[in-house]
């Protein structure tokens, strides 16, 4: 499908049930030539095609029902955490050493290092701009690439052609008063609130933080709001400019994006998908800032499709 289609996929998020795990998977550390340690975790048969999913900045923000979904597709399906989060390398979260080059580096090496050929690489939210610069930074490492939920320029001031933040939502999400991140019932509830001002599911997003701050480690603030919020994304250096790169994508390319996504909305998704070669635009005519449970189907089959 040739850049600027649309696919439309209605889907209810606010009211779709918790998917409960069922595949088994598995769960360790890799190590990178850096010296950098990711958190993993593996679905699916591992001589399969690599499906690497980079998370924002948690593997939790990839749904299970679709890892589980591509999985039974017949794909080896990895998803990861990003350093200072989850089971990754952590050292200040409050003042990053390392530059967004070097989390794309990162993810060239664990696809590497899982499988001899190109991985299709995945990113969702602050993820998707990890995706982007390790598919032009490292070309011969990737065979396909998946945007969801992103943009394509960095945290901060954005382009006069890119919609911002909808900044009544934002006043909203901002102005909930922080929780105690040593208290684990008070850090979920709010991000079951937060997910409400966003649209997406309370109750699926209650259960993920519960999920993330189990496999936190540690209750310092910094940490907790690393892996709960994605701050460390925003301190960290994200120049040069990519945007202006993506016509060099030579890869079959998908671009998934909520229609209500008020955080990123809607034109950041066409806006990736005009400018990379061929890309196809999945957009999900109900869903926010998550990939709710009842497209996992529809988005895993994009993917597969590539």
């Known amino acids: 499908m040739a850049a600027g289609d649309i696919s439309r996929v209605a889907c209810a998020a606010a ?12 769960v360790h550390s890799f190590r990178t030539p850096d010296g950098v340690t990711l958190g993993v975790e593996h679905f699916g048969d591992a001589a399969a095609p690599l499906v690497l999913l980079a998370g924002g900045t948690t593997m939790l923000s ?50 590497r290092g899982l499988d001899d050929r190109p991985a299709h690489l995945a990113g969702i939210g602050v993820g998707g701009m990890v995706a982007q610069v390790a598919a032009l930074d490292h070309p011969d490492a990737f065979s396909a690439l998946t945007l969801a939920g992103t943009r394509p ?19 909203r999400r901002f102005a909930l008063p922080m929780p105690d991140w040593s208290d684990r019932a008070a850090v979920a509830e709010f991000a079951a609130a937060g997910a409400k001002i966003l649209g997406d599911d309370p109750a699926t997003a209650r259960a993920t933080a519960e999920r993330i701050f189990d496999r936190t480690p540690g209750t310092e603030p910094a940490v907790q709001m690393a892996n709960q919020m994605g701050m460390v994304f925003s301190k960290l250096d994200c120049k040069p400019r990519w945007r202006e790169r993506l016509p060099e994508l030579a890869i079959p390319a998908l671009v998934v994006h909520g229609r209500c ?27 926010a800032t998550a990939i709710p449970d009842a497209a996992a189907h529809e988005v895993a089959a994009a993917m597969l499709a590539l």
């Open 15 to 26: 009211t779709q049930p918790s998917w409960r795990l069922t595949m088994h998977s598995t």
């Open 62 to 111: 990839w749904p299970d029902a679709l890892c589980e979904t591509l999985a039974r597709g017949g794909r080896h399906v990895v998803r990861y955490d990003l350093r200072d989060s989850g089971a990754s390398t952590t050292v200040d979260p409050e003042a990053p050493a390392y530059t967004l080059r070097d989390l794309a580096a990162d993810a060239a090496a664990l696809a």
């Open 153 to 171: 320029v960095a945290p901060g001031p954005i382009d006069d052609d890119l919609p911002d933040h909808d900044a009544a939502t934002m006043d």
């Open 261 to 287: 996504d008020p955080f990123f909305p809607v034109g950041n998704g066409e806006a990736l998908a005009r400018e990379i070669p061929g890309a196809r635009l999945l957009v999900l005519e109900q869903a």
